[in-house]
C-alpha cells in the first residue's frame, strides 16, 4: 500500500460462494489487500475470476445466490460484511462511490442529468434546493462537461458515452467519499474517451483525496492510472505488486501470460505468444488453479496449494516456482 500509512479499506480473507448446478461453488478464496488514502488499486484478470465479487463485497453488497463464509471488510472501524442493511444504505454514496461498467443502464431515462446529481446530494443531507443545484452544476464543470448548464438540463440519451460517465463520476464524487469503486468504467468507449476518463480519474483522487479500487481486464487501461495491480485468477490474487513493476518484471506465469496476450506492433497479425486454453472451474485442482494452463507446471503445483508469498516487500507472488523460473530468464539473457 503506497500513501497514507492507515488504510482506507482492509479486506482480509475474504471469501465468497454462489449457488450454482445444485451446490455451492467457491469463486472467491482468501483474497486480502488494503487501499491508501489517493491511492489506485487494480483489480486485473479474465472474465469470470472474481473480480466483480471482490468489488461488490466492498460495498457490502451480497448478490443473489450467493453467500460470504469468511473474511474481513475493515472501512472507518467496521467490518462492512457485519453490517445491516441500514447501516450500509448510509455508506454506499455517501462514504463508498460506485461507477459501473454502463452508464446509461445506471442512469434513470427519464430524470434530467442534473436531477440525478441534485437528488445524490438531497439524499445525503450535503445541500437541499438552489444549492443542491449549485453543487451539481460545479460537480459537472469538476468533472470537465463542457457546458454544465446545458448538460443539467439533458436527458441521458443526449449525452455522448463519454459525457454520461462524467455523470455518473461526479454522482460518485458527490459526498466527497474516502472510496470509489469503479467496476470496467470504460468499457466500450473509444480510445480518446476513455483517455480521457482516466485522466479524469487520475485528477479526481488527488482534488477529491479519495482511495479507487478499478476493476478491469483491460491491462493497458490499468497501466495508465493504478498505483498498484492485483492480479486474479479463479478467484485467489496470483499476483500483487507496484504497476511498473509488475509490468516491467511479472513474476507469475499467469502475469506473464496476460501480459503476453496484449497486441504487438512487432508481431505479424493474429501472431501472438499468449495464455492457452481458458479458464474451467470444474477442472481446478486441489493445488495452484492455474497449474492445467501453465507452462511450468510440475506435480507439485497441482497437488500444493499455493499462496502470495510474505509480504516482505511490495512485490508478491502465490508461485512455488517463479525465482527458478526468473533465475533461468536471467541465466538465459546473459547467454544471449
Known amino acids: 500500500m503506497t500513501g497514507e500509512a492507515k488504510p482506507v479499506i482492509e479486506v482480509e480473507g475474504l471469501r465468497v460462494d454462489y449457488w450454482s448446478q445444485r451446490r455451492w461453488q467457491n469463486v472467491v478464496s482468501d483474497v486480502a489487500f488494503a487501499i491508501g488514502r489517493r491511492e489506485i488499486l487494480g483489480l486485473a484478470g479474465e472474465s469470470g475470476c472474481g473480480k466483480s465479487t471482490v468489488a461488490y463485497s466492498l460495498l457490502g453488497e451480497r448478490r443473489a445466490g450467493s453467500r460470504i463464509t469468511g473474511g474481513k471488510v475493515h472501512f472507518e472501524g467496521r467490518d462492512l460484511l457485519k453490517l445491516g442493511e441500514g447501516e450500509l444504505r448510509a455508506i454506499r454514496g455517501a462514504r463508498i462511490s460506485f461507477v459501473p461498467q454502463n452508464p446509461t443502464g445506471s442512469l434513470t431515462p427519464s430524470m434530467l442529468c442534473g436531477h440525478q446529481i441534485v437528488e445524490v446530494i438531497e439524499y445525503h443531507g450535503i445541500a437541499r434546493g438552489q444549492q443542491a443545484k449549485a453543487a451539481a452544476l460545479e460537480l459537472m464543470r469538476q468533472v470537465g462537461l463542457p457546458d454544465p448548464a446545458a448538460a443539467f438540463a439533458k436527458y441521458p440519451h443526449q449525452l455522448s458515452g463519454g459525457q454520461q460517465q462524467r455523470v455518473v463520476i461526479a454522482m460518485a464524487l458527490a459526498c ?155 541465466r538465459g539473457a546473459h547467454v544471449a
Open 176 to 330: 466527497r467519499p474516502a472510496l470509489i469503486v469503479l467496476d470496467e468504467p470504460t468499457t466500450g468507449l473509444d480510445v480518446t474517451t476513455q483517455w480521457r476518463i482516466l485522466s479524469l480519474l487520475d485528477e479526481m483522487r488527488s482534488r477529491f483525496d479519495t482511495a479507487l479500487l478499478y476493476v478491469s481486464h483491460d491491462l493497458g487501461a490499468l497501466a495508465q492510472i493504478c498505483d498498484r495491480i492485483a492480479v486474479m485468477y479463479a478467484g485467489v490474487i496470483a499476483e500483487s505488486a507496484p504497476a511498473a513493476e509488475l509490468f516491467e518484471r511479472p513474476r507469475h506465469p499467469y502475469s506473464r501470460g496476460l501480459l503476453a496476450s496484449l497486441p504487438r506492433i512487432d508481431l505479424p497479425p493474429g501472431e501472438h505468444a499468449g495464455l492457452r486454453g481458458m479458464l474451467r472451474r470444474d477442472e481446478l485442482p486441489a493445488g495452484c488453479r492455474f497449474a492445467p494452463r501453465c507452462d511450468h507446471a510440475e506435480a507439485a503445483c497441482v497437488a500444493e496449494q499455493q499462496r502470495l508469498d510474505p509480504p516482505v516487500g511490495p512485490h508478491q507472488t502465490a508461485c512455488r516456482r517463479w525465482h527458478e523460473l526468473a533465475l533461468g530468464e536471467e
